[in-house]
């Protein structure tokens, strides 16, 4: 329900009736173009200002050119930095908000044409194809050995509590814009800014790595090596010095593809998919058959460590941080909320039911490559094709076929995601809105998909792929942790209604703890002290999530769909991703600490800027107040499918 108010002389100052007979009360602010607090006023709502008088002035001189008009426009813009960042970072959007204004500056709207059988196979898709083709032989043989069948299985239950989360997020708000928009309504938009800037290179470089593993898998299919379309630029630092020309080729041509339309793309998707899951059952038989049980536990090398768990249980975790890369697929499912025609229906079985099966056949097809040969023989680049290749040549070359017909879906339905993260970010002003702009006639984000894949190809031109792999699984483990914990904060904090202390408070001493438990268990020295301490910070955390579940009640509960067993099974999402990501390398931190500080930095002399003009432009336009009126009762949500 709307309640629609004319401004006033004072644009500042609004009282409303009283709440009604259902004892519903209104908010939050939808529509006026600053942060409105109410109280209760001799028996009506007040909505008033929370700005300082300096903000004040400085909005009220304000003029109706850009920050970016002139130069000198722009140095008086970076001279009000402080101040403008104190005003945008924090600030909070609303789902209606994302849903309706937000939405409309894209102009033309995307199609809902999808089911959950196209999320199913767009996850699917997806994710088959990055992680076993790409990242299984390097992690096996570096890191976990065998017993990257148990990496896979915890990645994908870590992957399978954070698809909870965006699921929940997904239903309510049913937009492209992913973990963006999920961070823009809880924490605000520096923190979704941050975590979309991570999202986005977290997208360019596994599409990138991928786009290389798949000339690998070329080039065993026909029986060429990949020297024979690579080539070395001495000039250039190692690691990246090493030109193909083939990985950029192939994304540019998918760049085409996705650009046309998101219905034909999914079917195409639906029935490669479904050719591809017939060639990995055919490589785990293949597997199951030419294999050697006695690979599970004997390396090639007797000197290499043996045992199903070679390199302990931090291998096993060193292990599982790196195939991570192989489920960033579903999160590219929750981008296509806005095109799917029932959200509350079809956005849980596609995500979840693609990361659960999925993580079915990882773990088939990570044992029948163990089974193939010793953990310390396995080819790091082209893993299965090479397996076979001393046994039945026909067979590695099918695998070759196979494996990049399977890689070529997965980049299909990455590069999809990517170009509607861009899109929603371009929609919040923080990011040019060019590329927030919807092609009439095609339905799909045709600038941001162009920008994205040039740049994309541009980086798989030189790039070695372990620089790659490291960096995307950083940059995967952030943003899950984040989402998690935007998904208890959301149903613990109501604007207005709640505070949010005891709940950010919560968040941040269980990652602390989290933090700790981590930093114990790869840097103590084995001995009594260390299964202590792991020990009591085991019960501290514990100890923390009983009291708040006990104390703070939720602000809220889903109509449809929701995180079930709240706040446990976000909260174990959140130590598995912090665990996970205390596996990773420390170069991994230098690089994921630089492209973080250079979003900082982006934001600082950018977006904050363009998205404060949006703002004052957008109060100087608007004539009228909507507020939305909405349920203080958690089970009185509106149906996400009819708010679009």
Not at 215 to 239: C, D, E, H, Q, V
């Amino acid at each position: 329900m709307r309640v629609a108010a004319s401004a006033t002389q004072n644009p500042f100052f609004f009282v409303y009736p009283k709440p009604d007979e259902k004892g519903k009360i209104l908010k939050r602010w939808l529509l006026f173009p600053f942060n409105l607090h109410y109280k209760f006023i001799n028996g009506a709502i007040t909505l008033h200002t929370p700005l300082p008088s300096s903000s004040l002035f400085l909005m009220g001189t304000h003029s109706s050119s850009s920050s970016f008009s002139t130069l000198q426009s722009y140095l008086q813009a970076l001279a009000q930095t402080p101040r403008r960042l104190a005003r945008r970072a924090p600030s909070v959007s609303s789902s209606y908000e994302e849903l309706s204004r937000v939405k409309a500056r894209s102009g033309s709207d995307m199609q809902r044409t999808l089911r959950w059988f196209d999320l199913v196979g767009l996850g699917i898709g997806g994710m088959v194809g990055a992680g076993v083709f790409v990242t299984t032989g390097r992690a096996s043989r570096l890191y976990a050995g065998p017993a990257i069948v148990v990496s896979y299985a915890i990645a994908g239950l870590c992957a399978l509590l954070s698809a909870f989360c965006y699921t929940e997020f997904a239903v309510h708000i049913p937009v492209a814009g992913g973990a963006f928009s999920y961070l823009r309504i809880t924490f605000g938009e520096f923190a979704a800014f941050l975590t979309g800037a991570n999202v986005i290179t977290e997208y360019v470089m596994s599409n990138a790595a991928v786009s290389r593993g798949l000339t690998s898998y070329m080039g065993a299919a026909m029986g060429i090596s990949t020297t024979k379309w690579r080539f070395i630029l001495p000039l250039l630092p190692n690691g990246f010095n090493e030109i193909d020309l083939v990985a950029p080729a192939i994304v540019l041509i998918l760049t085409l593809i996705i650009c046309y339309s998101t219905r034909e793309s999914s079917v195409v998707n639906m029935i490669l998919t479904t050719l591809h899951i017939l060639f990995i059952a055919f490589v785990i038989l293949m597997g199951l058959w030419k294999g050697d049980w006695n690979n599970f536990t004997h390396p090639g090398n007797p000197q290499h460590p043996s045992g199903f768990f070679p390199y302990g249980a931090s291998g096993v975790f060193n292990g599982a941080a790196m195939v991570y890369l192989s489920y960033i697929g579903y999160d590219a499912v929750s981008t296509m909320a806005e095109e799917v025609r029932d959200p509350v229906k079809d956005i849980p079985i596609g995500v979840s039911g693609s990361v659960i099966i999925v993580t079915i056949l990882y773990c088939l097809m990570a044992a029948s490559m163990s089974m193939l040969l010793p953990y310390d023989m396995i080819n790091v680049e082209a893993p299965f094709s090479a397996a076979f290749s001393g046994r039945s040549e026909w067979v590695a070359r099918v695998i070759g076929v196979g494996a990049s017909f399977g890689i070529l879906t997965s980049l299909l339905v990455a590069m999809l995601g990517q170009a509607r993260y861009m899109c929603v970010i371009g929609r919040s002003n923080v990011v040019p809105a060019w590329f927030a702009r919807v092609h009439p006639k095609t339905s799909t984000p045709v600038n941001a998909s162009a920008f994205l894949g040039i740049f994309t190809a541009a980086i798989a031109l030189f790039t070695d792929l372990n620089i790659l792999l490291n960096l995307v699984s950083i940059g995967t483990l952030f943003v899950f942790y984040m989402v998690s914990n935007a998904v208890i904060y959301r149903r613990y904090v109501m604007v207005g209604t709640t505070k949010p202390w005891p709940t950010l408070s919560f968040l941040c001493l269980f990652s602390l703890t989290s933090t700790i438990f981590t930093l114990v268990w790869h840097f103590t020295p084995p001995g009594k002290p260390k299964p202590f301490l792991l020990g009591a910070c085991v019960v501290i955390a514990i100890s923390i999530l009983q009291v708040f579940h006990c104390m703070v009640p939720q602000a809220r509960k889903p109509a449809f769909w929701g995180v079930p067993f709240m706040p446990w099974l976000p909260s174990i999402s959140i130590f598995l991703n912090v665990f996970l990501l205390g596996s990773l390398d420390g170069p991994s931190y230098v690089r994921f600490g630089f492209f973080s500080a250079l979003a900082v930095l982006v934001y600082v002399l950018y977006s904050v800027h363009a998205s404060f003009d949006a703002e004052i432009e957008g109060s100087l336009g608007q004539k009228n107040v909507e507020i939305v009126e909405e349920s203080k009762q958690s089970g009185e949500e509106e149906d996400p499918s009819q708010k679009v």
